[in-house]
């Protein structure tokens, strides 16, 4: 009767192990799925086409920024000096071809940022280092 007790007892263990380990492993299923869920959608090229400007430090209430254009093309809005030409968007990463003139030396570059925040009014790029811009959506 005692190694009956005793084995019982062993199973009933064995077995509250088993469900508590097939239970974690729903927990962390559902956990993934709910992680899966919150990551933030990719922006798209719809999303992103428009004017986005932002004050000009010292000189508010004037505004600079870009025109992003859907077939590619991109424009400086209030920037005299610094032309855009194209966009492109890698992922998260957006692409601005530019150059300089008027200025004692010429410059051409493509500035790289990450899209850290895009939503239907605000658009937040982020350099790589660390630097973030804050645009908003012009009419």
Same mark, same amino acid.
């Given at each position: 009767?005692?190694?009956?007790? @005793?084995?019982?007892?062993?199973?009933?263990?064995?077995?509250?192990?088993?469900?508590?380990?097939?239970?974690?492993?729903?927990?962390?299923?559902?956990?993934?799925?709910?992680?899966?869920?919150?990551?933030?959608?990719?922006? @798209?090229?719809?999303?992103? @086409?428009?004017?986005?400007?932002?004050?000009?430090?010292?000189?508010?209430?004037?505004?600079?920024?870009?025109?992003?254009?859907?077939?590619?093309?991109?424009?400086?809005?209030?920037?005299?000096?610094?032309? /855009?030409?194209?966009?492109?968007?890698?992922?998260?990463?957006?692409?601005?071809?530019?150059?300089?003139?008027?200025?004692?030396?010429?410059?051409?570059?493509?500035?790289?940022?990450?899209?850290?925040?895009?939503?239907?009014s605000t658009l937040v790029l982020t350099?790589?280092?660390? /630097?973030?811009?804050? /645009?908003?959506?012009?009419?």
């Amino acid at each position: 009767m005692r190694m009956q007790i @005793t084995f019982f007892a062993a199973a009933l263990i064995l077995f509250s192990a088993c469900q508590n380990g097939q239970k974690r492993q729903t927990d962390q299923q559902e956990q993934n799925k709910a992680t899966a869920s919150e990551q933030p959608a990719l922006p @798209t090229k719809e999303k992103l @086409t428009g004017k986005w400007t932002q004050p000009i430090p010292g000189q508010e209430p004037a505004i600079q920024g870009i025109e992003i254009k859907g077939d590619g093309s991109a424009s400086s809005i209030n920037m005299h000096t610094l032309i /855009y030409e194209k966009w492109q968007l890698n992922g998260d990463t957006l692409l601005l071809w530019n150059h300089s003139t008027g200025v004692k030396e010429p410059i051409a570059a493509i500035d790289t940022t990450v899209i850290t925040t895009l939503t239907d009014s605000t658009l937040v790029l982020t350099n790589s280092n660390g /630097y973030q811009s804050s /645009y908003t959506r012009g009419k």
